[in-house]
């Protein structure tokens, strides 16, 4: 391709909405444009990243016994409003605002797809009768769609994404571990083959539903999320998931309550500072409205509440926490409670009360006297206050000591790239997907979900691979292997080599970027830089006087001379021995049987 004839511009200054990161170098490079908040144009350079990207996972999912298919981006939106038969909300509640709605021109009532669990499930209803049509394997790399409340980190985080979504089907647990350990391993090598340094970690499946569950982290300070690892083990999970050890406090004789007078002490660290105490021995209420219910979530002041740990709690609960959120003025006021100065004394049964575990380890707590200014010391369970659902909701933090092994926990930022777990039959009751076993009764199908983020990658990639200049690709993603730069090209001797070099290289099969602009070579090694391309190869005047083409790794700073009739045969071995290491890679990204690997670098 010559970049005279390319559909795209590089921009020498970061664009004016510019959120940095990898959505500045995507932009300046020329990969994508922005439509509309969350909203992308991929250009020809950002396009072919994607179908490499894709059929890298694609021969991923093949190779594991995947089936593609193509399903519908248009639903019903019926099929998202119905309920699971334990009563928990439905999945358009549990989407609540993300859920892209729309009517057709009869007012049937429809909606974008953000994920494809109810579609495959109708389908499997259709085709797997008998307990020899299963195990399946059905996948496909389709557009997503979610109304994000507050798209960012530019395609980290928007609102029409590109996402592979796999679902598997079995007749037995047995089964679904066999299926839930192949797209494990599969992950791993697609992950690794796209050039990535990435962790797996134990996630909550949140509104997709399910049991056993692990997200993907690649490792980026610009991510969204925290993984918490033990530096001792092999524990690692999100922070909507982590567990941790809890410090027991020494016990002490109950005291009887004693209001006091704490002016301005709205905070943990205020009043822990006033009355001279640790922050550990103080109740952290915070008040929250869910399913039209208000909650008081209470824990231990040393610690943080934990919203999608006190989410699930409340779904378990049989309360639509879709719309959690933090209890508004007028909430508070029709409750009688005191922001800044509420605890879970003398609350009647209206507000549902849920604490956390760590509030069993200690006692002679200091808690909110529900008056302005005033707080009660010697707080203590179950002689002053009752509890309605013991649970944790505490966030894990850095230095806790992992419930594991007694090693240290540490915070690693990252952002999902790819999360895999085991639904069970969720699904299946609720849409008729079942089987006949060998005696002729009938099961509902186990059904595993497996996501991987394929615009997501791109993010991250540029996030992880990239300096001062531009971005660095892979080898195995990268847009073109080499950026040709032809200088002094008014030159005839000089213009008639770089024809040719690209004309061979071309009729070679090497996918190479020509840039036959007539630009100094300043604004040119700059575009190069930019762009990333994994080799650059410049051929001018001053290349050919000393002996030939100008060779340079996009990641290395020295460069060297090949003879131009070597050239060919020099830049193949290259992008040879760069698609290699990917590939060597991902085969040690698979861990041996019963070995288990949280990191790949």
Known sequence: MRVSQQLTKTLREAPRDSEGGNQELLVRAGFIRQLTAGVYSYLPMGDRVIRKISQIVREEMDRAGGQEVTLPVLHPREIWEKKP????????EAYGGELFSLKDRKGRDMALGPTHEEVVAILASEFMKSYRDIPQLI???????????RPRGGLLRTREFLMKDLYSFDVDQEGLDVSYRKMADAYRAAFTRCGMRFIVIHADSGAIGGKASQEFIAITPAGEDDAIVCSNCDYAANREKAEFV????????????????TPGCTSIADLAAFLGIPEAKTMKTVCYGAGGKLVLAVVRGDLEINEIKLTNTLYHAGINAANLHLATP???????IVAGYTSPLNKGAEVLIVADLSLKLGNNFV?????????????????????????????????AQCVHCGGTL???????????FKIGTLYSEMFGATYLDAEGISHPILMGSYGIGITRIIATVVEQSSDEKGIIWPMSIAPYHVALVGLDLDKPETAQAAEQLYADLTAAGVEVLYDDRPESAGVKFNDADLIGLPLRAVVSKRSLKNGGVELKLRSQKESRIVQLADAVTVIREE???GMALTHAEASLAVPPQGMPRHASV
């Open 410 to 420: 540490h915070s690693i930022r990252g952002s999902e790239i790819g999360h895999i």
């Open 85 to 92: 038969a334990d009563g928990r909300p439905s999945r358009a």
């Open 139 to 149: 996948y496909q790399i389709q557009w997503k769609f979610r109304d994000q409340f």
């Open 367 to 399: 808690a909110g006297a529900n008056k302005v200014d005033y707080h009660v010391k010697n707080v203590n369970y179950p002689r002053d206050f009752r509890v309605d659902i013991w649970e944790d909701i505490a966030s894990a933090y850095e230095g």
């Open 246 to 261: 809890r410090t027991e406090l020494p016990r002490e004789p109950e005291l009887p309550l004693e209001e006091v007078y």
């Open 330 to 336: 007028e909430e508070l006021e029709q409750a009688g």
């Open 575 to 577: 992008i040879r021995k």
